[in-house]
């Protein structure tokens, strides 16, 4: 006879219920939570090397016959422990063994890099490993120099960068400051081109293909500045439906070498939704304009244009469009607003790129080397008067005998005239070009509060010799009051320039200001 017993298996006590149910869920997750520690003492009892007893040291701490430590974990486990430890302590981790140190550098613990450096040649080995080590992953990188370092010239007790005014007199002091500078300036660049040489090879341009390639609904594809990630042959991995819904493009790298351009008129023909554009003024050509008034395009509304020095000198303005192009564009779309940034161009440039039929709407000097004449300010407030809502002008231009004064030989201002001509004006920063203070309280008087914007570097101000000789009247203070009063608001002029992106970073502010000035649609 065969008996057969079935024994039940023990049920929690009160399963049933829907409380034994919190309680059996909670015993579950104390037992996996105990499972996970002793699994975690045995890693740290191998991880230390120690047995429990001197006895069963060989027995139970022999793995393949060979000691198991710190080294013989898989890289997987090590970049997991790397995960949770900040970056100093991973550098103290790694120093345990080489198996380590290799997994230091994975890709995963380093989308973000921060390095400090003094202007030294001796900081160049250091950023040449952390670069050959990470250049080619790393996801956002940010070099900041020692702002002491680099104003003193790498000067230190004893290395020579004190200046001995002993020695001869202000010509002698200010060539071995020029010196000293020039040196600290190419060590500077040295370790700035290490940077870029390194990241070159960056596999974000890959992924950045990628994600282009898989799109299904991109309608804004903005890319700016961004150290060649966008080359000639980018748009090609887009699909053609992508390109035909596309509504804003922007591709600005003033780095493309030669005649090279990131899109041409062909691929143009493509984005035939296309409302707003963002280009290097030398790849703007009158064939793109041709493009973009035929009648399976819809109108195109903002159009921003980067004038760079280097791309002038590097390409032609021969194949610019004409007038007539510009007059068809107008016709096109009446919306149409024009807004141009100018890198160190120069005056017969200007002139040429200038065409009169532009809808011009905002437009932004940048001078290091030429600066802007008074009759390119009287040039635009002719042409542009029924546009002209955003003007900036700024200059960095390193010149002892003081700021370029653009009313020079002129009966009036070209500033105070362009206040008077350009009645929708809504924004005037000005650095590097001597605004005098008369001028400015006729400026604020003219525009009242439709000027929303009155930005003025206090260093670019001057008073006449008769405001400064009157003893009964401040002059500051007079300035502060009639401005104020003209503007309709409390005015005050800039006192720390690094506090405005509009001086300090043309590139960042045209680039947010492209971002806005093509959502306004």
Known sequence: MLLFLSVPQPRPPGARTRAGAARVARWRRQRLRLQQLRRLRGLLRGLRGRPRTGSLRRGRMALCGQAAGAASLPSELIVHIFSFLSASDRL?????????????????????????????????????????????FVRELRVEFAAENYLSGGGGPGDGGRVDTRTGGEEVEALQLSTRWLEVLHTYLELVLCVL??????????????????????????????????????????????????????????????????????????????????????????????????NNHVPLQRLSLLVHNVSVMHKSLDNMPNDEHWKALSRKSTNLRVYIMAFDIKSEDMLKILKPSIPLERIHFDSYITCVSGAIVDLISRQYDKFLTHFILMNDVIDTSGFPDLSDNRNEDPLVLLAWRCT??????????????????????????????????EESIDFDQGELADQDVDPVHNLIEQVSLGLGQPWHAIMDIESL?????????????????????
């Open 92 to 136: 103290r981790a790694s120093a345990s063994c080489s198996h380590w140190r290799e997994c230091l550098f994975y890709p995963a613990l380093w989308p973000q890099l921060r390095i400090c450096l003094r202007v030294s040649p001796s900081e160049q080995p250091r950023l040449e490993f952390l670069m050959r080590k990470c250049g080619w």
């Open 424 to 457: 929708k004006l809504s924004l005037l920063a000005i650095h590097g070009y001597t605004v005098w203070a008369h001028n400015l309280i006729a400026i604020a008087r003219l525009r009242g509060s439709d000027l929303k914007v009155l930005e003025v570097t």
């Open 501 to 521: 992106s509009v001086f300090t970073e043309p590139n960042r502010h045209f680039y947010r200001e492209m971002q806005s000035f093509s959502e306004d649609i």
């Open 197 to 294: 040489v390194s990241i070159r090879n960056n596999r974000i341009q890959q992924l950045f293909e990628e994600i282009l390639s898989n799109s299904r609904q991109l309608k804004w594809l903005s890319c700016g500045f961004m150290l060649e990630i966008v080359t000639p042959t980018s748009l090609s991995s887009l699909s053609n439906s992508i390109a035909n819904t596309m509504e804003h493009l922007s591709l600005l790298d003033n780095n493309i070498p030669g005649n090279s351009t990131l899109i041409t008129a062909v691929e143009l023909e493509q984005f035939v939704n296309l409302r707003s554009l963002a280009l290097d003024f030398c790849d703007f050509t009158a064939e793109m304009a041709r493009v973009l008034t035929d």
